[in-house]
Structure formats: C-alpha cells, structure tokens
C-alpha cells in the first residue's frame, strides 16, 4: 500500500451528517473518502420535511439550530446549489390550555436558549397567517423559521462535495472496520476495502450497528416518520405551522404543494427498509390535525406519503464526538430536528477532527454506553 | 351541465370529459408548473389531466358521469 | 367491512376472480373506481351508447353475473391505501368518505394503463392515447375530433381507425411503426384465436374502403398548434423507431391525434406491498407470480395485466383462477381439474396476446430521439433536458431522477412519464432491466382530503405525546 491510497478519513453514511463533515474536512485540505451503500442523501436526509426551525428543536439544540438555520439560507455561498431554502415565519399553535402550558414552557426554554420566540393571542397570529383556525387560543411566533427542499439535499452536496475533491462512493455498504498499522481498514459489500487514518460514522439510525463494529453498545432508537404531500395548490398559507406539542409540521413550497408531516409514526424498523408499514389511522390523524389547523386544506388532493427513519437516543441529544476509547474514530448523528442542525453540527464535527477551537461543545455519548466491550 | 355558468348540452351518463369533448370544449385547465392548455388524455382515471372542479370538489372529469345540471369549472383546482 | 377475500379491480381479471370465488363459498368484495364492472375492454357503455360487438356483450355477461352473485360490488370506489396486519386492509375513498375493507386473501388485478412516448407538442389539448380512443367511442359515442390521425403501433390502431369511420368520423391517417411485413410476421401466432383474425381483415377492409392514408414505419415528429392541436407531422422511421434523416415530412391538417404505443402494468399496489417483480421484455417491470398467480407474499394473488400485458381472454381466464386459488387456500374446496385446465387455456390463449404485445411494443430508439425541450412529466412539465442533466449530475435510480428534477412527483404519481424516464435512464446503468421502477406508496391515486377526514373536532384527533422538550 502507498500513501497515495489512504485517505486522511474515511466517513461511512453520506447523510446530511456525513457529507457536512466530509465538506469542510477536505476543503481543510484532507483526503476524504465519503462511502453510502445507497445514493447520497436518500435515507433521512433526503426524505425529511425539511423545516429548518427553531420551536420544534430541544431547547438545548437551538444554539446549534440558529447557526445552521444561518448556514441553510446562505446555501450558494458555502455549498454552491440552492436546496429552495426559504425564511418562514414560525407559528406553534395552543388549542387547549393544557398545551397552552406546553406552549409557554417550551416557548421559554428556547427564548432563554436565543430563540426570538414571542407569544401572540389567535387574532395577532392570523395576521401572520390568515388561514389560520379560529379556534388557535396562543400561538408561538418566531420569524427564525422555514423550510428546504430536502430532495434536493443529494444534487447540491454532491456538486460540492466533487468539486472539493472528495471521493464520493455511492452504492457502497459497509461491512465492518478494523485497526490496521497506522490506521483503519474499511471492508466493503463487494470490493476492496478503502484504507483511512481516521473514520467517521454517520450512518443515522443504523449506527447502532456501526458502533457496534468496535464493540459499543450504542442504543438508538428508530423512529418512523410519515409525511404526507397535496398536489400543487393555489396559496393557501406563508407560514410554517406546528403546534406546542410538536407533532405538525406544515408548509407550503412555493411550488403549491403542502407537506404535512409532524413525526406520527409508520411501523417498521431500521432493517425493515423504508416504507413498509403505513399506519392509516396515523396518516388521516395527521393529515385531520393539518386540516384542523388550516382548514382550506380539506379542499387539497394528496398526491404522496411516504415514511422516513429518524435517529434518537435515549436522552434525545446528539451524538457528536469522538468514539470512546477508539484512536481516530468519531461519531455523528441523532440529532433532533437533525436536518435544520446538520450543517453546523458537520461543520463542529470537523473542526474537532481537525484540532481547531470549537464554536460550541461537543455531545460525547459516553452518557449513552449501555456496556463497552474491549475493541 | 353548467359549464363555468353556461349551459351545455350533453349526453345523460356520458363522462363529462366526454361530453366537454363533444361539446367542443377540449381545453380543460392549464398545467401548474409550465402554464400550458391541457385537455383529456388518457380517459382512464389516470393521468389527473381532465382533473376539474365538479361540484366544487377537484375530480377527473372522464370518471364522472353527467348528469343534469351537474356543475362544473374549468377554472380547475389550480387556479387561484 | 370484513369479507374472506378483497379483490382489487373489476375488470375481466377481478371480476372472474371475484365471481369464482364466491361461487366457492367465500364472502368477497370486489373494489374498483369505475362505476360499473368491466374494466378496460369490456367498460360499460353508456345508455345512449347502442352497441353489439362481442367485447360490449362479454361485458353485458360479467355484470350480469355479478349481479346475481353474492359479490359485494363497491363501485365508484378508489383504493388508496393497502396494508398489512393480520389480515389484509384495503382502504377506500367512496361517496366521499374513507371506508375500510379488511380480508383474510386479497387479489390485485389492477390492469394496465396506456404507454405513450413523449414528442414536441404531445401534452396540446386534442392530443389522446390510442386506448383512450377506445373508451370515447366505446363507452361515451363520442368522436375524438372531426378529423382525427391514428397513430402509434400495435392492433389498437386499426380498432380506433375503424371505430371512428364506423360512428361516422374522419380519419385523417393511419400512422403505424410497424411495417406491413412485421404485420403479416404476426399472423401465424393468431392462428388460435380465428376470431382475432376475423376482427382484424373487417377493420382493415374499412379502413381501405375509406381510401384513409396509411403510413406503415412512420412516426409522429410533432403536434403542432398552439391552444389546442391543429396539425400532425410525421416522418419516416426504421425498424428501431429511429428517425430516417433526410426523409420527406408530412403534415397533415387534423383537431385530434390518437397514439400509443402499447400498455403498461398498473404495478402501484404491487410496488407500495413490496412484492417481488421481474422485469420482462414485452410487458416491462411486472409484479412476480407462480403458476397459480400467487405473488411472493402469502394470501395474496395477482390476476390480469398486473402481472404482464395478455389481453383480455387471458386475464379472464386468470382470474378466474386467482379466485379458485384463494377459495383453496381459505379451505374450501375446489375442483383441481378446473384448475389445470384453465392453466392449459391460460397458456392457448397467451400465444396470440404475445403476438399483439410484441407489435406493441414501443421501439428501442424511440427515447433516444425524444428532443430536449420535450416534455417528459406532463405534471410537473419536466423536459428532457431536465432529466439528461440530472444523469449528468449523478442520478443513477428513478427515484433519484425524480427527487433531482420533480420528473413523477405530480398527480398521476409517474404513470405517464415512468417508462420514458425509465428508458432515458437505461443507458447510463446497462439496460432497462437495470432501472428499477419508482418505489411505490400511497395513496394509490390522488385522494382527496376531505374524502379521509369526515366530521371531527379537536378532541378527535388522536394526536400522540408530545415531542421531547
Ligand atoms: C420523515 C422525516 C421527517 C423529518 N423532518 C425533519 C424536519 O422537518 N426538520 C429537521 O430539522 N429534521 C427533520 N428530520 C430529521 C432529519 O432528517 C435527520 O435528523 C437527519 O437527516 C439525519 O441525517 P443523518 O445524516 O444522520 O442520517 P441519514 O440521512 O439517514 O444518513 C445515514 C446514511 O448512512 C447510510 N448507511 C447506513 N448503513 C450503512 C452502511 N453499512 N454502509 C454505508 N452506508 C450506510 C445510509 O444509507 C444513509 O444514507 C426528519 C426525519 C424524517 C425521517
Ligand atoms: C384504455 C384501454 C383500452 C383497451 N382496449 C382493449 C381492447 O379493445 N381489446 C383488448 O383485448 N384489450 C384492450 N386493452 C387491454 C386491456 O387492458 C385488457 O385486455 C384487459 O382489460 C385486462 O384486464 P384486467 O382485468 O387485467 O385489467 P383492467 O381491465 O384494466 O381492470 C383493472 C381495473 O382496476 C381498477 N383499478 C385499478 N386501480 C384501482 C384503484 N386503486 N382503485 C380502484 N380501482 C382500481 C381500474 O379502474 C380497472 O377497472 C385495453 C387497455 C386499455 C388501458
Ligand atoms: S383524462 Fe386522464 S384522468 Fe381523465
């Protein structure tokens, strides 16, 4: 083996996660290697309803989220391609007083956390949104919001990450990862192993399986998100709406499609596949919920719904840092709202693999570790 | 039928689509994404074409059965 | 509604299916959108629609016997939605509500829809499929237009020419890929099927009588008009479909273009289920099934076109055995005698419906001559340029092609551009066998939302535990 053939890093799982730290690592000038057993950005990343916002992100996130949500509006500067990202204002709405105290609660956890979310009575709110239902009591406001088209996620990191000279292998699964001299050997599916100083796992809701190539018991939990898109329709709102408790998510794509979604939940698991069990009573409760709140979409015609597989972990915080008691190894994903946060979360990820002062800590998952066998 | 709030002669039990035809009215709505004419295409349910306002809901006008009076615009769900 | 067994479909497949199982014992609901029984071929007319051609009297026949048949009909109704529990859910928009069905077996004879390749102009207003011909003059009486060019390939053309000139139409011209050897190549596989035959010489002899052009190994380069068509352009073609250069056009004045080139299976429920599906040579992607049409899950069986193009004889007799497989398979006993014989008919009959699915085939060098500025995704008016700079930015699957460029995300959900796209793929990755199709998910059609949502209030809207603070 020469030096030639060894990358500086190795990042398995070509996610928003793994190629927003596949980015900057090789315009640091590394030799990076980006591997994804399917195409780039078609697991969460490309599938997920794209709201970059601030009240649907745990309080803890937002300072992670206000620097992303900066990083996805300015797109063609830093990745080249627009992903359609817009600046929406955020409603969550109360309908009940019980989630009016939900409302107000989260509302001020992020607002301590540098989220400018102020609280507003129905009238004010449909101002903001005239479609809005008559019958929202409080609503949650905050004008750092919006949404990408998160389909588009894979073209423009793909032009980037090209551009930046990173060896982007698609249609790659790997297998397992061990300690070679000097360094880790990636072994593929099919193919000769990809040799790298440094690995990242990426790999969403299957790194509990990645972990586990080094022998950490990394629990991750799968969640099966449905969404739901109508058919181009006049404009029927500007906003993006959600409610306190966080199980809506609905916008309207300059386009005129409407994409509700909120995280009700398909059936299914991280070796299922996507999509292979709807729940039809979760599909008509979401979609109910997004008509309840804006009711001109019980004139919509649903096109397409379709599931995804999010990441949580047992504390519903990220796991951002090195892998314990592994020379060279990192880890990233699991983040709530993990799309809005990508970005900067890749971005922080670099920086450390790097060995430059980071912006904001680190999410070390020591806490995680159900047991650690020897690597 | 009541076509955009003219009357047009039609057939009882034809598709509307069909009767829009005979009627010589082929143009049904414009497409959303490129704005261009577009008529019936496919008369199976399944290329959304022919899709119209019937009754003030959003239907494919070549699954409908005529019937007298029965309501139906062209300016389709599309437009605003 | 619970029923032993739910059948999807109630054209000559479904609606034998449905029939023979319930004349074995087993409550049945047989679902399908249209508002009669029939399917494609054997739609109902309407009442001002006096017919008495062999296709019409099949049709008669079928829902006479569902009528008197213990089958539970749900007509006017579109499935949206199959899942999978214990039993079998198949979720119905009807009479604007969303009702359920539940079954212990469940037969999906979904048919086919009409494959028709893009060319400049085709999405003008008086442009139609060639099947979609059928049904205006079938079902409605209704001419396409006043002077009408056929054109496309397979013996759909001579039955649409024929059809128009019979109400009384104008065909402007008959414009077909194959030539007049390729025709008469197909005669011996039609042997079995005299009847066939005899249908074919009367409506070619009308169409001779009728002194209309026939342009054998010709194409339609374009539609042209502007609000709605006013003129055809054809050209020459070789057997590949490909353009000859430097051949004379011609254009022929006309207010309606009827084309296809071939049908394609209606694999949405197929897909959404993920089932097994092959890739055939004639027919396209197609839902797998053994010899008795069983799919790859258990309980489940396949009937019809769903699972490759066969014309109508053939799905009858396909059904029919579906439902006897499903009566077997949920206890009840069925002779095994019908069983093989209708395996045996199945087989007889295939070799001519082979024969007219190859003259329908759509010619290899046809998508590569489709222009750029043409539309592929009538929807979403993706042109190919589009989808040739997604490839070139990387897209190596449908569905990336789709997420990259909006190519089959509209209401028709890729039905009409699926096989174009497909076949512009092909290239890149070895072959059409290559290009998986669109992964499938519901609803099966658009559906409207307030079809599923009903009266409600906010209490009644199940809504789970909030998020994580
Ligand atoms: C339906 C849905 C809606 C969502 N909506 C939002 C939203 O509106 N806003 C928001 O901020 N967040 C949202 N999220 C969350 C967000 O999408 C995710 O947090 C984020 O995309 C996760 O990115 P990732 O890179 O960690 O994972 P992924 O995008 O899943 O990437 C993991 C990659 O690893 C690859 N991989 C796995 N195993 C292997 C292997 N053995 N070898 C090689 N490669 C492998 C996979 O193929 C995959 O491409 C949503 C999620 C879902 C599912
Ligand atoms: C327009 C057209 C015209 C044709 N004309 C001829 C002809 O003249 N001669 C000939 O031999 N062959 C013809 N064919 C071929 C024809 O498809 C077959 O011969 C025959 O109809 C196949 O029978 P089938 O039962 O498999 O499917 P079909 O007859 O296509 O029946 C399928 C049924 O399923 C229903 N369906 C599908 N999805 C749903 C859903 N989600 N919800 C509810 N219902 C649903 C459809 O409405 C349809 O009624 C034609 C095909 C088409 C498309
Ligand atoms: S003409 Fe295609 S759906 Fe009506």
């Given at each position: 083996m020469t030096n030639a053939d060894r990358f500086d890093c190795a990042v398995i799982g070509a996610g928003v996660m793994g190629a927003?730290?596949?980015?900057?690592?090789?315009?640091?000038?590394?030799?990076?290697?980006?591997?994804d057993r399917g195409p780039i950005c078609r697991e969460a990343s490309g599938v997920n309803a794209g709201t970059l916002t601030m009240q649907m992100t745990r309080a803890a996130l937002i300072p992670y989220a206000l620097k992303a949500w900066e990083l996805w509006m300015d797109t063609p500067r830093w990745l080249g391609l627009s992903v359609g990202a817009e600046q929406r204002d955020g409603l969550s709405v109360a309908f009940t007083e019980a989630e009016v105290a939900i409302l107000e609660a989260r509302a001020a956890a992020r607002r301590a956390a540098g989220a400018p979310i102020t609280l507003v009575d129905g009238a004010r709110a449909r101002e903001i949104e005239p479609g809005l239902s008559e019958r929202a009591l409080r609503v949650g406001h905050c004008p750092v919001d919006g949404f990408a088209s998160a389909y588009l996620t894979g073209r423009a990191f793909r032009v980037a990450l090209e551009g930046a000279g990173v060896a982007l292998r698609e249609g790659v699964a790997v297998t397992g990862v061990e300690r070679v001299r000097g360094g880790w050997q990636v072994r593929v599916a099919d193919g000769e192993p990809l040799m790298a100083t440094r690995v990242v796992l990426a790999g969403g809701v299957w790194l509990e399986d990645m972990a586990g190539w080094f022998g950490i018991r990394l629990p991750i939990k799968v969640l099966i998100n449905q969404l739901a898109v109508t058919e181009r329709m006049p404009p029927v709102m500007q906003s993006v709406l959600g409610i306190a408790s966080g199980l809506l998510s609905l916008k309207q794509y300059p386009n005129g499609t409407v994409l509700i979604g909120g995280g009700w939940q398909g059936r299914g698991g991280r070796h299922d596949g996507r999509g292979d069990a709807f729940v039809p009573e979760a599909l008509i409760g979401n979609i109910r919920l997004a008509a309840f709140v804006l009711?001109?979409?019980?004139?919509?015609?649903?096109?397409?719904?379709?599931?995804?597989?999010?990441?949580?972990?047992?504390?519903?915080?990220?796991?951002?840092?090195?892998?314990?008691?592994?020379?060279?190894?990192?880890?990233?994903?699991?983040?709530?709202?993990g799309y809005t946060s990508g970005p900067f979360m890749g971005a922080l990820l670099a920086d450390a693999?790097?060995?430059?002062?980071?912006?904001?800590?680190?999410?070390?998952?020591?806490r995680l570790l159900a047991q650690k066998d020897a690597a | 039928m009541r076509v955009d709030g003219r009357d047009v002669v039609a057939t009882p039990g034809i598709s509307v689509a069909a009767a829009l035809l005979a009627a010589g009215i082929v143009v049904l709505r414009r497409s959303p994404a490129g704005d261009t004419p577009r008529g019936a295409f496919c008369l199976m349910g399944v290329c959304q074409e022919c899709t119209v306002l019937i009754e003030g809901r959003a239907e494919r006008a070549c699954m409908i059965a005529v019937r007298d009076g029965i309501a139906v615009s062209l300016r389709g769900p599309h437009a605003e | 509604m619970k029923v032993d067994l739910a059948v999807l479909g109630a054209g000559p497949a479904g609606a034998n299916a449905a029939l023979a199982a319930a004349g074995h014992g087993?409550?049945?609901?047989?679902?399908?959108?249209?508002?009669?029984?029939?399917?494609?071929?054997?739609?109902?007319?309407?009442?001002?629609?006096?017919?008495?051609?062999?296709?019409?009297?099949?049709?008669?026949?079928?829902?006479?016997?569902?009528?008197?048949?213990?089958v539970e009909h749900l007509d006017s109704a579109t499935a949206w939605l199959i899942a999978r529990d214990d039993a079998w859910r198949v979720d119905v928009a009807r009479h604007g509500r969303s009702e359920t069905v539940t079954a212990d077996a469940l037969v999906i004879a979904t048919g086919a829809h009409e494959r028709v390749m893009p060319f400049p102009g085709w999405t003008l207003p008086g442009v139609i499929g060639l099947a979609a011909?059928?049904?205006?003059?079938?079902?409605?009486?209704?001419?396409?237009?006043?002077?009408?060019?056929?054109?496309?390939?397979?013996?759909?053309?001579?039955?649409?020419?024929a059809s128009i000139l019979k109400a009384g139409g104008t065909v402007a011209a008959v414009v077909d890929l194959a030539s007049r050897a390729e025709w008469l190549g197909a005669l011996p596989a039609l042997a079995a099927r005299p009847d066939l035959l005899a249908r074919g010489a009367l409506w070619r002899a009308r169409i001779a009588a009728a002194r209309v052009p026939v342009f054998h190994r010709h194409t339609v380069i374009r539609a042209e008009g502007t609000e709605r068509l006013g003129a055809v352009r054809l050209g020459r073609v070789d057997a590949e479909g490909r353009l000859v250069p430097g051949a004379p056009e011609v254009a022929i004045a006309a207010d309606a273009l009827a084309i296809g080139h071939g049908l394609?299976?209606?694999?949405?429920?197929?897909?959404?289920?993920?089932?097994?599906?092959?890739?055939?040579?004639?027919?396209?992607?197609?839902?797998?099934?053994?010899?008795?049409?069983?799919?790859?899950?258990?309980?489940?069986?396949?009937?019809?076109?769903?699972?490759?193009?066969?014309?109508?004889?053939?799905?009858?007799l396909q059904g029919r055995l579906a439902g006897l497989a499903a009566a077997q398979a949920l206890g009840r006993s069925a002779a095994a005698a019908e069983a093989a014989q209708l395996q045996a008919g199945i087989a007889r009959a295939g070799r001519a419906a082979a024969a007219m699915s190859w003259m329908m085939r759509p010619r290899p060098a046809m998508a590569g001559g489709i222009t750029p500025e043409t539309i592929v995704c009538r929807c979403e008016d993706v042109p190919r340029a589009?989808?040739?700079?997604?490839?070139?930015?990387?897209?190596?699957?449908?569905?990336?092609?789709?997420?990259?460029?909006?190519?089959?995300?509209?209401?028709?959900?890729?039905?009409?551009?699926?096989?174009?796209?497909?076949?512009?793929?092909?290239?890149?990755?070895?072959?059409?066998?290559?290009?998986?199709?669109?992964?499938?998910?519901?609803?099966?059609?658009?559906?409207?939302?307030d079809d599923l949502l009903g009266d409600f209030d906010y209490a009644d809207i199940p809504i789970p535990a909030p998020a994580p603070p």
């Open positions: 927003s730290v596949a980015l900057p690592l090789a315009r640091a000038g590394m030799r990076v290697a980006l591997v009711p001109a979409l019980r004139r919509a015609r649903i096109v397409r719904a379709w599931l995804g597989l999010e990441a949580e972990t047992a504390d519903a915080l990220p796991v951002l840092g090195p892998l314990p008691g592994v020379e060279d190894g990192w880890i990233i994903g699991s983040v709530h709202s693999i790097l060995g430059r002062p980071l912006a904001l800590p680190l999410f070390p998952i020591d | - | 087993l409550s049945v609901a047989v679902i399908d959108e249209n508002a009669a029984a029939g399917g494609q071929v054997w739609r109902a007319p309407a009442p001002s629609v006096t017919r008495d051609d062999a296709d019409a009297r099949d049709g008669a026949a079928l829902r006479e016997k569902l009528r008197i048949s213990t011909a059928t049904i205006l003059l079938k079902a409605n009486g209704v001419l396409p237009g006043q002077r009408t060019v056929v054109a496309g390939c397979g013996p759909l053309l001579s039955l649409v020419a394609v299976p209606d694999t949405a429920a197929t897909r959404l289920l993920r089932l097994r599906h092959r890739y055939d040579a004639a027919s396209g992607w197609v839902a797998a099934r053994d010899g008795t049409l069983a799919g790859s899950v258990a309980r489940l069986w396949l009937a019809g076109e769903v699972g490759g193009i066969g014309g109508a004889a053939v799905a009858a589009a989808i040739e700079a997604a490839i070139a930015a990387g897209a190596r699957d449908l569905n990336q092609v789709k997420q990259w460029t909006r190519c089959g995300m509209g209401p028709c959900q890729g039905r009409m551009c699926g096989e174009a796209a497909a076949s512009l793929l092909a290239p890149h990755v070895g072959g059409r066998e290559n290009v998986a199709p669109w992964t499938g998910r519901p609803p099966l059609r658009p559906v409207s939302a």
